[in-house]
């Protein structure tokens, strides 16, 4: 990414911040609430909302999305360090399409939900207490290695609070940017209760290189993979996130180690969305 770019980037999480400020409130509702909820005050947001706020969120992600534009070409990280050349992992032969049961896409029973497949719009499970479980041990054990790690993650979203989050950044970076590092309604892997937004103890998605290599070299140990590396994003369908778990259980070592992307792994369709 050139200086230009990066500057740009800038830009726009400045911008973003300020809109997603005002649309804050708008978590869970349509795009077509979002103008209407400007009326509404920060303190009507805050008093509505005990827990974090969207716009919270929403800051988060603008200052981390711009520090990631900012690293990019800088080359901090080695998304592929931990991939062991001696060991031979077989992906699965391209071609047979995931089964589907209740809505839900499955490949040797690991649930896939990327640009391709979807999760239904009632489908909300909650956490995963299994997920919930090993995600708490990995953040202990970072913190107890010294690393800036908050217990507190961004997990579950149902449908409707996903789609306020999406609609969010349409309206401040248009749908074709917007599509580069948020999910649609629908197919976010945070539908699922198995993804984990790690972030650290200011409250800021996690990105830095010391802790962002960790979880790439340790996170399969409690079954995580980190699900989107830089270089893959022509294949994930979205830019590179340090921070976001995807909980696997058993085949997360296969899957981290053979240094391919869950969809290479298990020979499934990524990229973009059909239309
Ligand atoms: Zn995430």
């Known amino acids: 990414m050139d200086?230009?770019?990066?500057?740009?980037?800038?830009?726009?999480?400045?911008?973003?911040?300020?809109t997603l400020l005002i649309a804050g409130s708008a978590i869970g509702c349509s795009s077509d609430k979002l103008a209407e909820s400007t009326k509404t005050s920060d303190t009507q947001a805050a008093a509505q909302s005990p827990k974090r706020t969207s716009e919270e969120e929403e800051r988060i992600r603008s200052e981390a999305l711009a520090?990631?534009?900012?690293?990019?070409g800088q080359n901090e990280t080695e998304p592929t360090a931990q991939a062991d050349p001696d060991q031979v992992v077989e992906a699965d032969a391209a071609g047979s399409e995931p089964v589907q049961e209740n809505g839900l896409f499955y490949k040797d029973g690991i649930l896939i939900v990327n640009k391709k497949y979807s999760v239904p719009a009632d489908y909300a499970p909650g956490v995963?207490?299994?997920?919930?479980?090993?995600?708490?041990?990995?953040?202990?054990?970072m913190a107890s290695q010294g690393m800036n790690v908050s217990y507190d993650t961004s997990n579950f979203r149902s449908y409707d609070t996903q789609s306020g989050l999406y609609f969010g950044y349409v309206g401040a970076y248009g749908q074709a940017e917007a599509d580069t590092f948020s999910a649609r309604p629908g197919y976010s892997e945070h539908q699922t209760g198995l993804a984990f937004d790690l972030k650290?103890?200011?409250?800021?998605?996690?990105?830095?290189?010391t802790e962002a290599q960790?979880?790439?070299?340790?996170?399969?140990?409690?079954?995580?993979?980190?699900?989107?590396?830089?270089?893959?994003?022509?294949?994930?369908?979205?830019?590179?996130?340090?921070?976001?778990?995807?909980?696997?259980?058993?085949?997360?070592?296969?899957?981290?180690?053979?240094g391919l992307t869950l969809e290479?792994?298990?020979?499934?369709?990524?990229?973009?969305?059909?239309d």
């Open 67 to 72: 520090k990631i534009a900012e690293g990019n």
């Open 200 to 209: 650290d103890s200011a409250g800021n998605l996690i990105t830095s290189p």
């Open 264 to 274: 290479e792994f298990l020979g499934v369709e990524g990229g973009d969305y059909v």
């Open 3 to 18: 200086r230009q770019k990066r500057s740009d980037w800038k830009y726009r999480a400045s911008a973003v911040l300020f």
């Open 214 to 258: 960790w979880l790439l070299d340790n996170s399969w140990k409690y079954g995580f993979i980190v699900r989107y590396q830089e270089g893959k994003e022509a294949i994930t369908g979205y830019q590179a996130e340090p921070w976001h778990l995807r909980y696997i259980g058993d085949r997360a070592q296969e899957i981290a180690q053979s």
């Open 128 to 141: 995963d207490p299994t997920a919930q479980a090993q995600v708490t041990q990995l953040l202990q054990d």
